[in-house]
């Protein structure tokens, strides 16, 4: 196949055969019956982030490294993941009504977040910067008062760039001009145009824009703040939710964690001890 | 003192030496100057990329993306204005509770952004998840005199029903049926009301009167708003992403966007499409008008001819 | 006031209009204070009075377009509007309204025609509506009412492709369709051309020739006194006069009908 | 056979017993019971969560926002309204060049979604880095002459201009100046020719005539639908999430519900604020309507009592 | 043809309104085919003719509503519209063109009052804006000219407020502030109910004695006879007869005269 840094670019996310996986029945006999019902796990995702989860060149399917893992952990509960798209906004509200069996878009585990739902830990993120080739303004991440920068919506570097934005204020510093976009190809369109001077993004996420963006932008400054990425189910299925955390363990266990991180190039976000509800 | 004597009377048509206008002259260089701008800026700016726009815009997923925009529309407009005329109807009954209901829903619907009406109908799945037809505050009422049980007689899964296309064309159609209304009442109301008297002296029913004097005459009247209401609705189908309807055209645009982070040349082919598309309901309109337009106008009334004359007058000098 | 019509005489033929103490308010405006009239068939009443006093508003009453607050009113012996059961009046359903309008043809001072229709389709469209005429033998009958009112070249005509005595000559036509047994008109030329006249007023004296029984309100003196049977002059919403157009025309008897003759003869 | 000879003429007031309605009560009964399940649910669904959207929809930056849509509201209705007048004059001009390219905004402007004309204004910095006024095609001609240097002569950094507000504030407008000005121009041709005939025959200006006549009768025609325009705009400054400005209503209320995953409990505060807005701005278009009918419909004139007449048949049988 | 009118008279009155071969077409339909007239200062001139026959167009031209397309006409010793120079006629412009039309009033048949302003703001709007004559002064003379045509006590009602009589005279009283050389009415009361005619026409009459030198299209052969120093009659977009109204009314010389006018009398 193809190179896995390129999988989206050259658009065969979808079709580069996923590694199969076997099915684990002990596993399987302990997912709950309310969602083995029907043989398939519905899955709710903002299919505009890319690589996470996204739309294919042909319109319909949702690729990126999110789908394959947890189509792989389905896999090995011996279930189909079926994913839909959703915004993001109302996952959660989602799983938490039944529409959605799991929500699975790169949902960063956090307490708000864990206060409304239960959620099982499949990677390791942290919010990377991204400047202009070059960087032609010398943005520094650590004193970025009075500059624009550009964040998504929603996302918990929305939050960060607005805490260190009331830091600026509160040393007296001019405050920083916070563009939030509904995506993160808008803000990331927002850099390479110089409306913005930096964005910050999921470290994933940053690391593919930098490559589409075929050299205009680069990366600034180390991953900070790792946090792991979790699935989202319903606040009481702490039972399925455990199921997903050893069905996750397997996979690392047996290669396919790995394999699959790898061929979307994110292999640095790995972690070897998916759990449930892990703390901070 | 005036050169009547000296003129022999001319048979032969007055040509005159018009006035001079320079004002137009310099309004239209103005205009062909910045029309030249803009296509110079098109021409020069690399940042359209026009090769992978033009590649992107006309592929497989974006073309079922149109066609599913172009459905939407057509279903929500038709829908739309079915609802449109029953409110109508009731917002003209004598029956008050009947009128007020229906000045309620259009006053609602107009007041709320579709975007937020199309999160909303996407997310009633939340709100229960089983819809039910029954008696309002029956739990309750069993409760009061220490009954089980319900009065509820059929029962939907909320989460089958509200996505997708189905939770946008709700969402969608209930708001047109607000602004249909306003148009369907104001064509009526158009309508001489001679006509009515006309047909109810004839010995004709309230409903032959409506269905075969006032409907077909208020139709010109409704038509034009009609367009443009067809038209918001094709650009409002850019909303379903609230919902989200994935294969609609502004989701795949958006979509090829965020992979491939070429965000400007797709905002660009949106433009491109959504011009395309409504230039053909334009088109679709203005036959639609010429066909309504019969046994109106052929002719002009001495009044229409009056009216014609001024406007001539004021075109002219 | 009221109650003048006596007992009418016995074997005396029955009125086709019949008007007893007649009253009508727009809120607590009185346009009509009680007018009592009667028209025998075959009778053609023109009606005469200044603007605002009340005529086409009686004529309106006549075929329930208006509805009347004190009085009776009875056309061919049916009381308009209203049902009697019990010593109670009852109001009649709409779809029994419609069909005591369709013994009453009325022509408009505008002719309201309908304006998408052409002038064939204006004259079947009751009789196939109203009265399930079935479409050919309406259109047959159509023509010969066109032909009649001297159209028979125009029946293909739109409205707006007509003057406007061919569109109220039309409006004839569409009434006459209906075959009504009274004939009400609101001053069927006041809006036309003074040229169009005299093609509107031939029709309606060839009507009032063939027996039709009319109610005519008209500022056409010429034609009251040489087609009407009776002259009735309204002022404010009572009947000032009545009686034979040659003679209230020539010689009125109250000073109101005198100085509004002076204006307009 | 009449019973005219045995009733005696009876001076008192007809109280006939009136026509039953049966279908209006059960249509009264549907419409209470429909309403009762509504309320119903509003009361008993915990989804809503009536006391945390009461607190958050009344927080300070939300109420900020409400200003920020509302000042934006305005500006941008005032700002097309003014541009809608150019527009409309061009469009009614003799001259082909103007009144054409008039057509060509309107038609461009109006085919547009409003939340792609935003996204699009918000990038003008992105297309270029500066914007300049000068020559077009300049260095090319510069160029071909073998000439250096150009020729303009008013530079702008465009990431400076169009961002925030302004960009906001730029897309709304252009895009409202199309349809105010199918507005104004509906208003002044709705004007009777007659006016400007009357006008002119007294010899005043065409300036003149368009400002004292023309104008201040349009308005009864132009108010409603710029209502319903400016209503639009309310509602359309949900769009600006495209822009982005941050400190706007909508954006508020779903920061709030994204930062607390309490969705609904927004998107129902988000619709009570633009009812509220809506009506108050429907309360403004009340009086202006009022205001601008000043001799209009005082008293009747004979047609409008003929119209009237007819209606009013119309709705009590 | 057109030519009729030879060299006047040394000494010779200028006439108000004269007229030289004028023809005009709406595209390809000719609808004045060559008018030769003049009108003398303090003259009433009477035009009838069927509909359709030009005679509002006619009126138009005078006031370049409409533009000819052969022939002169000039009021007052002015060509209208047009500036003769170098043998080469040129189009006045929009502001020259107003300023003839201001010795011309022109009174139209549906009185084109403005409908939100009162009657006073109706007469006084064109002095102030056009003539610039100051606010208090404008007020002054607009109430004298409403009493004139009295209507002292309806100054400050709107024309909705007004009968169509009261419009009319209103709508005169605006042509006549802006102190008109020249009034023109185009079927002034054909549009009035019959009893509000008498009113109009009394103020005309009034104006035909203080010297108003006027051109009025009617269909009112009694006012024609009664005020008018000349009698035109067009048909088809030419004159047919004109001379002394009572000659002409009671014996027409052509067929076409005599056919018109008993259809109308
Ligand atoms: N629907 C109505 N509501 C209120 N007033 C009305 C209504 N219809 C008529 N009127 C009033 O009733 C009075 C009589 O009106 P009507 O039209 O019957 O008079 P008319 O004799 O026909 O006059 P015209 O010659 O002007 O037609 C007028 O003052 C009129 O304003
Ligand atoms: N602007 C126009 N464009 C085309 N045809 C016109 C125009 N104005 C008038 N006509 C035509 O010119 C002819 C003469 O019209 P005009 O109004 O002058 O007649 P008129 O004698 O005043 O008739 P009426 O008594 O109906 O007012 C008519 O056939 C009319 O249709
Ligand atoms: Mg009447
Ligand atoms: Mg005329």
Known sequence: GDDPDDASSSGNGATESTPSVEVDEALAARVPDEIGEDGKITVGSDTSYAPSEFIDEDGETIVGFDVDLFSAVAQKLGFEAEFESASFDSIIAGVGSGRYEVGVSSFTINPERLAEATMVSYFSAGTQWAVQEGNPEDVDADNACGLSIAVQRGTVQADDITARSAECEASGEAAIDIQQFEGQDEATAALVSGRVVASLADSPVMAYAVQQTNGQLELLGDIYDSAPYGYVVPQAETEFAQVLADALSALIEDGTYAEILEKWGVEAGAIDDPAVNPAG | ?317 | MSSAVGTPAPGAVQPMVKAEGVHKSFGHVEVLKGIDLEVAPREVMCIVGPSGSGKSTFLRCINHLERINAGRLWVNGHLVGYREKGGRLHELRDSEVAAQRRDIGMVFQRFNLFPHMTALENVIEAPIQVKGVRRAEARERGAALLERVGLADRVHNYPNQLSGGQQQRVAIARALAMEPQLMLFDEPTSALDPELVGEVLDVMRGLATDGMTMVVVTHEMGFAREVGDTLVFMDDGVIVESGDPRSVLTDPQHERTRSFLSKVL
């Not at chain 2, 001079?20 to 260089?29: D, E, F, K, L, T």
């Not at chain 2, 199309?118 to 997310?123: D, G, P, R, W």
């Not at chain 2, 309002?136 to 296309?165: C, H, K, T, Y």
């Not at chain 2, 148009?183 to 006309?198: K, T, W």
């Open chain 2, 1 to 317: 003192m005036p050169d009547t004597s000296t003129t022999p009377a001319p048979p032969e048509q007055i040509r005159a030496v018009p006035v001079r206008h320079p004002g137009r002259w310099i309004a239209s260089a103005v205009i062909a100057v910045l029309a030249a701008m803009f296509v110079h800026m098109l021409a020069t700016n690399e940042v359209f990329q026009w090769d992978f726009m033009v590649d992107n815009m006309s592929s497989d997923p974006v073309l079922k993306g149109a066609r599913t925009t172009l459905v939407m529309t057509v279903l929500a407009m038709a829908i739309g204005i079915l609802l449109g005329i029953v409110l109508a109807v009731m917002r003209l009954s004598a029956n008050p509770v009947v009128s007020g209901a229906a000045w309620v829903y259009i006053w609602f619907f107009r007041a709320i952004p579709r975007i937020v009406l199309l999160f909303f109908s996407a997310s009633l799945g939340a709100l229960y998840s089983t819809y039910e037809l029954g008696f309002p505050f029956d739990q309750q009422i069993m409760d009061l005199f220490g009954f089980e049980g319900d009065w509820r007689f059929l029962s939907l899964d909320g989460n089958d029903i509200f996505r997708g296309f189905v939770a946008g064309l709700l969402g969608l159609t209930l708001s047109e049926g607000a602004y249909a209304a306003e148009i369907v009442r104001a064509g009526i109301q158009s309508v001489d009301p001679g006509q009515v008297e006309a047909a109810q002296a004839l010995g004709m029913s309230r409903g032959k009167t409506m269905r075969r004097i006032v409907l077909p005459q208020a139709m010109r009247v409704i038509i034009p708003p009609m367009g443009n209401e067809t038209i918001a609705m094709l650009k409002d189908t850019s909303l379903l992403i609230a919902v989200p309807v994935t294969n609609e055209l502004n989701f795949q645009l958006r979509a090829i966007g965020s992979r491939t982070f070429q965000v400007i040349p797709m905002a660009v082919a949106s433009i491109l499409w959504y011009l395309a598309l409504a230039s053909l309901l334009m088109i679709g309109q203005h036959f639609l008008e010429k066909r309504f337009s019969r046994g109106f106008g052929n002719r002009e009334t001495r009044q229409q001819r009056a009216a014609r004359r001024a406007r001539d007058v004021g075109s002219t000098h």
